[in-house]
């Protein structure tokens, strides 16, 4: 299994063309046999959950068989071509997903992979759909964990995504080793508040958290 997250970014006067493709490349994602599982996906400012959308970068993650598929959808398709067209920049990182843990839109996206973690960075993605009544207490509570995270041991860095504002939500993260992110997870007292807090009161509908060995990054939209 390999897992590609693209991102792209439009200049401020083709925005338009970026909501554009968010309608009509749904179709052809839909009728592409190669891909399992597919999200159009919308950034944040900041690098995590984040409330403020930024316009200019949108991104993709889709689940592939082979590395081969991966390459032909980037060659010759019509989403790779329109990117081409209208972005400045594009970059991706292909991962291969060692552990996953609940589901997303329904689904388990990455399988149910038990991988032994390779020494090395590894990448971690954390989404969740947030229940309409709970979307306050989880806006107030992102910025001291974003600010948390980004000065933890091993953190790099961070990139907010997500299929719709303010209640579908997703962080995806680079991080030097596994013990690095277990210590942030588990072990910082601030965070592991926030984690009680969102099992007691119950914040999310549906969530995912998986990690990944990273195989490929091209670009300088991501830093790995």
Request: with cysteine; net charge positive; aromatic share 14%.
């Amino acid at each position: 299994m390999l897992v590609s997250i693209t991102l792209v970014r439009y200049s401020k006067a083709l925005v338009p063309f970026a909501f554009i493709a968010m309608a009509i490349h749904r179709l052809p994602l839909y009728f592409n046999s190669k891909i399992s599982f597919w999200k159009l996906l919308g950034c944040g400012k900041n690098g995590t959950f984040d409330i403020n959308p930024d316009f200019q970068q949108w991104g993709l993650l889709a689940v592939w068989q082979t590395k081969a598929d991966f390459d032909e959808f980037q060659e010759k398709s019509l989403i790779a071509k329109w990117w081409r067209i209208f972005c400045f920049d594009q970059s991706y990182i292909l991962l291969e997903p060692t552990s996953s843990h609940g589901k997303w839109s329904g689904k388990e996206p990455f399988g149910n992979p038990k991988i032994r973690q390779a020494k090395g960075r590894l990448a971690v993605l954390t989404r969740a759909t947030i229940r309409p009544n709970k979307l306050k207490n989880f806006w107030r509570n992102v910025p001291p964990v974003a600010s948390i995270m980004g000065k933890s041991k091993g953190f790099i860095t961070s990139i907010g995504i997500g299929e719709a504002p303010f209640f579908m939500q997703a962080t995806f993260s680079i991080w030097e080793t596994v013990d690095d992110v277990v210590k942030f997870a588990y072990k910082d007292e601030e965070h592991a508040k926030v984690v009680k807090l969102t099992r007691d009161e119950g914040w999310y509908s549906e969530e995912l958290f998986a990690r990944f060995i990273i195989l490929e990054t091209h670009g300088k939209l991501i830093k790995a």
